[in-house]
């Protein structure tokens, strides 16, 4: 792809008018959580405060939404929840019309807009001490490569003796 021509405009120039109205409804709806960036990158557009909260892949019968929350949802909406990090998990919807982008989604972009100042607040919990190896059984660090087996120096005949 030519990230240098990957617009906002290029991605959803081809959507239907449904589709279309249902994008813009999409991004207004983002647009009012406040301050944000908002970016074309491939075949996504990304919506990040610090980091992106969510994105829209449009495709040529719906709009591929990946939202961000610290949560699987559990909802006819959800098509699949995805692990991504220790706190986010992505949830996939397929938005199809203006009037899909309404509570419960809404709530679920603004819970995905404040995630990352949620995590930052809490304290992070403490590690366990690490229990000090034995120097005897620590093992000697390979990188990974296979040793050469090197075979013992011949000996050489001495001459008159077989």
């Given amino acids: ?3 240098w021509t990957t617009t906002e405009d290029a991605l959803t120039s081809d959507l239907s008018e449904e589709l279309r109205d249902a994008w813009e409804r999409l991004r207004e709806a983002a647009v009012e959580l406040g301050e944000q960036r908002v970016y074309a990158s491939g075949s996504c557009i990304m919506f ?8 829209v892949r449009p495709k040529r019968q719906w709009l591929e939404v990946s939202v961000f929350l610290g949560r699987a949802l559990k909802a006819l909406q959800v098509q699949r929840a ?7 998990v992505a949830n996939i919807i397929k938005i199809r019309h203006r009037d899909e982008v309404e509570p419960p989604f809404t709530d679920w972009l603004r819970e995905a807009y404040e995630l990352p100042g949620i995590l930052a607040t809490q304290p992070r919990p403490a590690r366990a001490a ?12 390979t990188t990974g490569a296979r040793k050469k087996k090197v ?3 011949r000996r050489e005949r001495v001459a008159g003796k077989r």
Avoid: G, I, L, Q
């Fill in 48 to 55: 990040s405060r610090d980091v992106c909260y969510f994105f």
């Fill in 1 to 3: 792809h030519d990230c």
């Fill in 82 to 88: 995805e692990r991504r990090t220790k706190n986010k």
């Fill in 130 to 141: 690490a229990k000090p190896k034995s120097p005897a059984k620590k093992k000697a660090r």
């Fill in 151 to 153: 075979a013992p120096p």
